[in-house]
């Protein structure tokens, strides 16, 4: 099925969309914006639990995260506490289901099981609580207008970054994003090994026309000893990433091509793009495990390798 769906008990007085906040701001974003195609399917609020999002409670081979859609235009509601207690990730997982099930409490629970798209899922009613990464568009693409607006930035980017700006609009800007850190070692996720970019090279050189390659990463100096292209390349540092990594975002969404890794920030910088003629390159594997059902999480105008 792909989601597991625990019994519906309503309040009177309530009527809302629950959408829990897991990961790093793509992951956040991605869960927001399944809240917000719900939410306003049903003329509903959402509300956003951070619960699990900002418990430091120990945890074994896990990055804790913060709160980071407070650099967009959204002034967010968030989750009464009793919600948060009794539905949030950060209970015992065991403990929760047999509970949602004995007592399944004011809202239908869905969790997400695998990562395929559900159409059902778009289905579900008020008093809805979401609990998943829902990574592909088809959970908000007829949103998209909505979701535009609310994903642009609060404030304007650092002046640090002025000349860097224009370089990227003055040329056909390719984003070249490389995400490692933490992913190297993840048994989930790993990262895409040089050989990817050297091919997704090769393909933009031959659709666009004089590529300049724009490098962002969270290990810049690693880049620089291993990614050497034919193109023109810059090394885009963390004295450009600001807070929450917002300059370095709309940075690499400026760009008019990219090239991504197995990363849900990659995947949001090139969604956004403004440009309708955009190349996007996407890793075909985007777990460890290849046999995870992920063929919605690309869409379908990317080229995969």
Known sequence: MGVAVFGLKKYNN?????????????????????????????????FLDTHFLLDRSPKKNFSYRNYDLSIFNITPKFAPLEISKKYSSSRNRIKKYLQKI????????????????????????????????????????EIETVLRADFSFKNTIGENTKELVKKINDCNAVCLHVRRGDFVTNPTHGTPG???????????????????????????????ENIHLSGETYYVGDEFTGEKCRDYFELMILCKHFIIPNSSFGWWAAWLSNNNNKVVIAPRIWFKNSSWNTIDLIPDTWIKI
């Open 102 to 141: 004995i007592n399944p409490g004011n809202l239908q629970y869905i969790t997400q099981t695998d990562f395929n798209f559900i159409p059902d899922i778009l289905n579900s009613p008020d008093n809805t609580y979401l609990s998943g990464y829902w990574q592909t568009e088809k959970y908000f693409k």
């Open 14 to 46: 309530i009527i809302m969309i629950v959408s829990e906040l897991m990961g790093g701001l793509g992951n956040q974003m991605f869960q927001y914006a399944i809240g917000r195609q719900l939410a306003i399917k049903n003329k509903t609020d959402l």
């Open 194 to 224: 040089t050989d990817y970019y050297k091919s997704a090279e090769t393909i933009i050189s031959q659709k666009i026309i004089n590529p300049v390659f724009f490098i962002f990463s969270d290990e810049i100096d690693w880049c620089k």
